[in-house]
């Protein structure tokens, strides 16, 4: 099947398209606009700013969707981070695992509490933690590991909660990429002592700014959660410990829950993009030139990004021609942190990380987004077949 007997099929007019935005967040937002601007007039005239009723709703199904017992709003997916290893009790000289090849907010977190982190390799195919590479970096100092679910695809948690049993370790779940993701049937979330979830604009669940939530089965570490992110207050204004001024802001979850309502839709138009995207790259005869990324049998996996491997070192050549003929992509992550400046005292620790290094100079995440039409993916895949000199002109062909 050709492409073009593929954007036939998908019925959508194909001449006129000559760009690909990476993410165009207004496509998703407008539609629900009225209703937002509804719940945020309400707001307005209740005066309940911070927590309350929106909060208490985007928590719940929050909780609902991640199959845990347990969510509480915070301010953002750093918090959230923070907030959980300040409830498993982290301090000065503890070891965390998690992987170099995340966003920088994974490993911070370690370092804001005085802990240090390990860094871990990832798997070349899926950019998750190499699982078989966890036992060889536990010390004594080691108390949890931070597996990523990086692009919106479960790390392998079985084997990643059986070391941690064995060694009693706790297991934080960086889920800021992944709600509604599932592994062998259990969602992002309940997978671990703590689930951490973003709220930031370009994540699936994306609000008017930043955001939060943490979720868990555990009543303890729930109420520490909600304790430790109020200023570990209460009653008001007796401090038991000391906490953070982190809190989810009413209008945001308002936001949140308009969209939350078409999650479902959001995830299962993310895995159609990412099925045309293949197909349209098989049949332009890219597999050998590209690394194609797939889901795990095992995963539900809901494509925050979907990132190409473009290997032979011309990846940044790509990313710039695409740019040229306004396709839109973006590389996560160019310098994974143990390269960070930052963390240069850390290097000792990281000697082995070939994949991540690698996979920071091959990656390449392409347009995603629900709303991405399939006319549009079939321009950025022909711009790609050009430069990679495998078509002809996409412009030429479609006058
Ligand atoms: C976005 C992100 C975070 C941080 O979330 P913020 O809401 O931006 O603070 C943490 N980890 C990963 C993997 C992320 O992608």
Known sequence: MTTQNLRANHGTETSDV???????????????????MEAISDIIDSGWFIGGPHVKLLEETVAEVSQTEFAIGCASGSDALLLALMAIGIEPGDEVICPSFTFFATA??????????????????TFNIDVMKIESLITSKTKAIIPVHLFGQCADMDPVNSIAEAHGLKVIEDCAQAIGATYSGRAAGSLGSVGCFSFYPTKNLGGFGDGGMLTTNDPEIADKLRLLANHGMRPRYYHS????NSRLDAIQAAALNAKMKHIGEYSSK???NAA????LMVDAGMADRIIIPQANTNCGHVWNQFTIRVPGGCRDQVRQQLAEMNVGSEVYYPVPLHQQECFASLKDNNVDLVETDRAAEEVLSLPIFPELTAAEQAYAVDCLAQILELGEMPLKRAG
């Open 241 to 244: 410990e000391v906490g953070i």
């Open 270 to 272: 993310r895995a159609a």
């Open 18 to 36: 000559s760009s690909a935005p990476l993410l165009d967040v207004g496509r998703g937002n407008r539609p629900l606009k009225d209703e937002i």
């Open 276 to 279: 045309h995207y293949e197909q």
């Open 108 to 125: 911070s977190a370690i370092h804001r509490l005085g802990g240090i982190p390990v860094f871990i390799d990832i798997e070349p195919d």
